[in-house]
């Protein structure tokens, strides 16, 4: 039986399930996609910040224009496309003209060719970690001060997403984040084209346990945030598995099956896996991508209320 993290504070907190619209679109199939998020009962409407996607201001005060229910974000900014002065506006903007729904996540970008297509310094991890710390601390001070033209609608402040699993990035989530995401994968050493690695379910006890330690201190836990990547609803657990693991040589099966990012099996196997992971980790909010929208939602909706 896996040995459960190191406890923390206790998390009281409902599920909230968001998706992440990854895919371009035209505008009358954006609206339509983020009218099914919101009829199939997301919680959370959320787009990425990469070159070759939408633009994830528009594309947010749009989802607003069409959806009543579901907050909106960013999941991530890369934080080496802004300074704090642009995003501030940015986001004091897009927080009004969506009425105070607004969830702003923020990260380090990993993905060199996206830094050299903007003309873009990329900077080395460390550095990149460093203008990530500069812009949410510009961030808090410009958005906070009442002179800030214009005001967000929020208060005391649009929450603030950050995610990451690196030592550096855990401690600027436990110092800032109202919501510290956890992406159950790694950029691989070395590599610059986003080219990711998943975490084990031990590995991921670690992170989570450190990142704990580093926010006792705090007033308010933070929401706990994963990133799953793959959500199949089969009978047969290992026939879906099987295939993936070409691209994870170094796992068995059964370790693939138990990678936090991957929700595998009958919809009754995948809310047993979600109720575990809460235990274990504490995740109370959970991201899916686009692709798997649909597959997820029945898994959701066994779980409100639990």
Same mark, same amino acid.
């Given at each position: 039986?896996?040995?459960?993290?190191?406890?923390?504070?206790?998390?009281?907190?409902?599920?909230?399930?968001?998706?992440?619209?990854?895919?371009?679109?035209?505008?009358?199939?954006?609206?339509?996609?983020?009218?099914?998020?919101?009829?199939?009962?997301?919680?959370?409407?959320?787009?990425?910040?990469?070159?070759?996607?939408?633009?994830?201001?528009?594309?947010?005060?749009?989802? #607003? !224009?069409?959806?009543?229910?579901?907050?909106?974000?960013?999941?991530? @900014?890369?934080? =080496?496309?802004?300074? /704090? &002065?642009? +995003?501030?506006?940015?986001?004091?903007?897009?927080?009004?003209?969506?009425?105070?729904?607004?969830?702003?996540?923020?990260?380090?970008?990993?993905?060199?060719?996206?830094?050299?297509?903007?003309?873009?310094?990329?900077?080395?991890?460390?550095?990149?970690?460093?203008?990530?710390?500069?812009?949410?601390?510009?961030?808090?001070?410009?958005?906070?001060?009442?002179?800030?033209?214009?005001?967000?609608?929020?208060?005391?402040?649009?929450?603030?997403?950050?995610?990451?699993?690196?030592?550096?990035?855990?401690?600027?989530?436990?110092?800032?984040?109202?919501?510290?995401?956890?992406?159950?994968?790694?950029?691989?050493?070395?590599?610059?084209?986003?080219?990711?690695?998943?975490?084990? #379910? !031990?590995?991921?006890?670690?992170?989570?346990?450190?990142?704990?330690? @580093?926010?006792? =201190?705090?007033?308010? /836990? &933070?929401? +706990?945030?994963?990133?799953?990547?793959?959500?199949?609803?089969?009978?047969?657990?290992?026939?879906?598995?099987?295939?993936?693991?070409?691209?994870?040589?170094?796992?068995?099966?059964?370790?693939?099956?138990?990678?936090?990012?991957?929700?595998?099996?009958?919809?009754?196997?995948?809310?047993?896996?979600?109720?575990?992971?809460?235990?274990?980790?504490?995740?109370?909010?959970?991201?899916?991508?686009?692709?798997?929208?649909?597959?997820?939602?029945?898994?959701?909706?066994?779980?409100?209320?639990?």
């Amino acid at each position: 039986m896996p040995r459960p993290v190191q406890p923390g504070p206790v998390q009281s907190r409902p599920f909230r399930f968001a998706v992440n619209l990854t895919a371009a679109a035209t505008d009358a199939d954006w609206r339509a996609k983020c009218r099914q998020a919101e009829e199939l009962g997301y919680d959370v409407i959320l787009v990425p910040d990469h070159l070759g996607k939408v633009a994830p201001f528009p594309a947010l005060v749009a989802a #607003a !224009e069409v959806t009543e229910r579901p907050r909106l974000g960013t999941f991530v @900014l890369n934080a =080496g496309f802004w300074n /704090p &002065a642009l +995003l501030a506006r940015e986001v004091a903007t897009v927080d009004a003209l969506t009425g105070g729904r607004l969830e702003l996540g923020l990260g380090t970008g990993y993905v060199r060719s996206e830094h050299d297509q903007a003309g873009l310094p990329f900077g080395s991890p460390g550095e990149r970690v460093d203008h990530l710390r500069h812009l949410v601390e510009e961030l808090e001070r410009l958005l906070s001060s009442p002179d800030h033209v214009p005001q967000p609608v929020q208060r005391p402040r649009v929450p603030l997403l950050i995610g990451g699993i690196g030592n550096r990035m855990l401690e600027l989530s436990a110092e800032y984040a109202d919501i510290a995401a956890f992406t159950g994968a790694t950029l691989m050493p070395g590599n610059t084209t986003g080219k990711l690695t998943p975490t084990t #379910a !031990e590995q991921l006890d670690e992170r989570v346990a450190r990142y704990r330690r @580093l926010a006792e =201190g705090r007033k308010e /836990p &933070a929401e +706990l945030n994963l990133l799953i990547q793959t959500v199949v609803v089969t009978d047969d657990r290992e026939a879906v598995a099987t295939p993936f693991l070409h691209r994870l040589p170094d796992l068995t099966l059964q370790q693939a099956l138990e990678l936090p990012i991957m929700l595998i099996g009958t919809v009754e196997e995948l809310v047993a896996q979600v109720l575990a992971q809460r235990e274990r980790y504490g995740f109370t909010y959970l991201t899916v991508l686009e692709a798997s929208m649909e597959a997820f939602a029945p898994v959701m909706a066994q779980l409100r209320g639990r």
